[in-house]
């Protein structure tokens, strides 16, 4: 009846059960009662070497220029900068910061049964004004201590094309430390 009791218990739970004044059972008996093993009790983690912390911030640095790069094409940039490591250890810190490259995965291009198909509404539409369609976006610029959110709505008046061209020039002109109309310079303090 009391295992039955105590497997209810998670295990941090039981391991605070454990008495290690020493007084009345020994440690081993104690942890055979409680259904864990001694070796659970002195576990300790080792943590992430600071060798590894380096690789890791070299790794998402890469990541966010090349987001499209695998496991074998970051090993090659690990050790163009001078860490010889092969490719399970790169795997295994990549999946630690929760990276995958990008890429086109198969089957993605079909859609759920249950998912609604919204209508595209400018079929047959000439754009012949301004402010006759509007469309938003939002994109992030990478920063040396994060990332700065961009997002607004933007008037098409002529291509799609020449609109990703306007949010391209205002992107550098931003990145190059230039305020254009809208824009707030942020001032380090």
């Known amino acids: 009846l009391a295992q039955k009791k105590i497997a209810t218990f998670g295990l941090t739970e039981r391991k605070k059960l454990i008495d290690k004044s020493r007084c009345g059972c020994s440690m081993r008996k104690q942890c055979q009662m409680l259904g864990i093993t001694r070796s659970t009790l002195y576990y300790r983690s080792a943590g992430i070497s600071e ?54 995965k198969p089957s993605t291009s079909k859609p759920h049964s249950e998912h609604r198909i919204y209508p595209y509404l400018l079929t047959g539409v000439t754009t012949t004004r301004q402010n006759q369609v509007w469309s ?54």
Not at 56 to 76: A, C, H, S, W
Not at 136 to 151: E, N, P
Not at 158 to 185: F, P
């Open 136 to 189: 938003t976006d939002i994109t992030y610029i990478s920063l040396r201590h994060g990332f700065a959110y961009l997002g607004g709505d933007h008037g098409l008046v002529q291509s799609v094309c020449i609109e990703l061209a306007a949010i391209e020039h205002i992107r550098q002109r931003i990145l190059r430390g230039g305020t254009g109309r809208g824009t707030k310079q942020v001032r380090k303090s």
């Open 51 to 104: 060798r590894d912390n380096m690789m890791m911030n070299i790794l998402d640095d890469q990541y966010t220029k090349t987001p499209f790069y695998g496991v074998l094409r970051m090993r090659e940039t690990l050790r163009a900068n001078g860490y010889k490591v092969g490719k399970c250890h790169v795997r295994t810190l990549l999946r630690t910061m929760g990276l995958e490259a990008v890429f086109a």
